[in-house]
């Protein structure tokens, strides 16, 4: 890689969100290659949506992310739900870390991935792309074997967008691949070492968060402010605030303590990529209803870029008469394109007080200073991020929905949740989009602390 490097081809790939979601904070350093148009109005190149994709590549794509979709939807059903979910997530399973072996044989979905790629898929976009070489960021497995095994002409690196990961991310024969690892924890370092990565080839960078929600790299003004707010709103009692005072004026800073802001205590309710638990939100709404008809419960549901999920939660509001006369303290947010919503939702975050969620990969975003209360799993990669969540003491698990109304605000009253936000922002790493950026555009080998273990 030349140094002097400006720009970098982000790729992703249009399936849920998570992938997506981990190329948006590098939409700084996207560019395109020579004769490709912009799709949804980004830089960033969709590998199962870009422009003048083939008909054979993108039918390849489309059978799975309909297949994932679906599946997950229907684990609820009756009977059937559960055996073929359980199925699918078994195909994708990660192995427990311990005892510590040898984990580089590949598994049946890495032969299977490489059988098509071999057969031409991904071609046609590693030769738009070798028109004018630069550096390759890929938030997914299957296109970094594309650039691998089509022969890209630059620098090819993987994105890994969970916790903890499978034997699928890495190539088929991982001693002798040239594919570089971004990891977002210690933790997936040492899994790429069991599954056979050489060390030289990969960096603990943390996971890229948007820099409109941190600030500076060292300042982390936005960030700061942001968290100062929302400790006051999840510890009205000052429990939290009176016996850590001097730890937050230490590590946060003391302009940015006992901030006062006359905003409502603010949920946002979010759902993933397939929809599956959009019906929690309603519950949670229900139980809210009198918070927030008296102003004191302001609630974000988070339609995403679905829009079934948006026609339901508007269905539900009408239903409950909420969405003219308290539209101040309700809001659904939604938009048709995936990076025009994650604009929508990093700038509702910055007035969150409590993220509710599963555990995908917004659990990185606990690193901001927002606790998460974590809804059902959906997948086994998400077990493992639960299990980071608790691990670093930023999460905890929903208790009944229907009595959020009861129990939510015995956790504000205790401080327990104030507690988990400085949790998360004193030991998630947050500044992975800065050392992306240095490694990428300066060829400067740039890793998260070494105060963070996990």
Not at 200 to 214: A, D, H, R, S
Not at 411 to 423: N, T
Request: hydrophobic share 35%.
């Amino acid at each position: 890689m030349k140094k002097g490097v400006k720009k970098a081809y982000i790729v992703t790939v249009d399936m849920g969100y998570g992938h997506q979601r981990a190329a948006y904070p590098l939409k700084d350093i996207a560019t395109l290659p020579p004769g490709m148009k912009k799709h949804d109005e980004s830089n960033i190149i969709c590998a199962n949506t870009y422009p003048g994709i083939p008909h054979s590549d993108k039918i390849r794509w489309e059978g799975g992310r309909n297949l994932y979709e679906t599946v997950s939807r229907m684990k609820k059903l009756p009977i059937v739900g559960k055996p073929v979910f359980g199925l699918m997530d078994y195909l994708q399973r990660i192995e427990p870390f311990y005892p510590e072996r040898d984990l580089s044989r590949p598994i049946m979905q890495v032969k299977q991935i490489y059988s098509m790629v071999r057969k031409g898929w991904g071609k046609d976009l590693i030769e738009r792309l070798n028109k004018k070489p630069l550096p390759y960021v890929t938030t997914f497995f299957s296109t970094a074997f594309f650039a691998e095994e089509h022969g890209y002409k630059g620098d090819i690196y993987c994105l890994c967008t969970d916790t903890d990961i499978s034997r699928a991310w890495v190539a088929l024969n991982p001693a002798k691949s040239r594919i570089r690892y971004f990891a977002p924890n210690k933790r997936v370092k040492e899994r790429l070492l069991l599954y056979g990565v050489q060390e030289k080839n990969i960096y603990v960078t943390g996971f890229p968060l948007p820099k409109e929600n941190i600030g500076t790299r060292h300042g982390l003004s936005v960030l700061k402010k942001n968290l100062g707010c929302r400790i006051g709103k999840l510890d009205p009692r000052g429990v939290y605030q009176k016996k850590y005072d001097h730890t937050l004026s230490y590590y946060l800073g003391a302009k940015y303590c006992h901030i006062t802001d006359k905003r409502p205590l603010t949920i946002a309710f979010a759902v993933g990529g397939a929809g599956a638990q959009r019906d929690i939100g309603v519950t949670v709404l229900k139980s809210l209803r009198h918070c927030i008809e008296e102003g004191k419960v302001a609630l974000n549901l988070i339609a995403g870029s679905r829009g079934d999920v948006y026609e339901y939660y508007t269905k539900a509001l009408r239903g409950l008469r909420l969405n003219a006369r308290h539209k101040k303290y309700i809001k659904i947010i939604y938009h048709p394109s995936k990076f025009s919503y994650f604009k929508k939702f990093n700038a509702v975050l910055r007035n969150t007080d409590i993220l509710w969620t599963k555990p995908s990969e917004l659990s990185f975003y606990s690193a901001l200073g927002i606790p998460i209360i974590m809804a059902p799993v959906i997948g086994s990669q998400e077990e493992y991020n639960r299990a980071w969540l608790h691990a670093i003491g930023s999460g905890v698990e929903q208790e009944d929905p229907a009595y959020t109304h009861e129990w939510l605000f015995d956790w504000l009253d205790s401080g327990w949740l104030a507690q988990a936000a400085v949790e998360g922002f004193m030991d998630a790493p947050r500044n992975g989009v800065y050392h992306i950026e240095d490694i990428v555009l300066r060829n400067k080998r740039s890793e998260i602390e070494d105060v963070h273990l996990l």
